[in-house]
């Protein structure tokens, strides 16, 4: 397996750099992040101790169902859920169809790998408008 590169952006900045890549105005490097948060505390949160053992126990049980999974961790399927459907907006999970059309949680990553900079200037690492890289 392999890890997950995640970078955080103000969500302008992401906008200007999703707009920017679909009119073809800036092309992502493959070293770049895969996966952006808003902020490091929507990070923690998505990344919290409990959901961390939730992805090593997918990673090593490989769960059938979201009911499988449910059984194994005490929590409410409603409660799964929700968490799994959180993290698959991230791709850290990947709900595919299993049998009987059940949800099967997968986690294709054995980690993340988080590309921060300490300059917090807007723009520096994701084009934004104010740095010039996109159009105002």
Do not use: C
């Amino acid at each position: 397996m392999s890890r997950l590169k995640i970078g955080i952006a103000s969500l302008e900045d992401y906008k200007a750099r999703t707009i920017a890549i679909a009119r073809g105005q800036y092309k992502p490097g493959p070293d770049e992040p895969k996966v952006w948060f808003q902020s490091l505390d929507v990070l923690a949160k998505v990344l919290s101790p409990a959901n961390r053992e939730l992805l090593t126990l997918i990673s090593q049980t490989h769960p059938e169902s979201l009911d499988e999974l449910a059984e194994k961790t005490g929590r409410a399927i409603s409660n799964l859920s929700r968490t799994l459907r959180t993290m698959e907006r991230y791709n850290l999970v990947r709900l595919e169809a299993g049998p009987r059309r059940r949800l099967a949680p997968r986690v294709d990553y054995d980690g993340v790998e988080l590309d921060l900079d300490f300059d917090l200037t807007p723009g520096r690492r994701v084009p934004s408008s104010s740095d010039g890289l996109l159009p105002a």
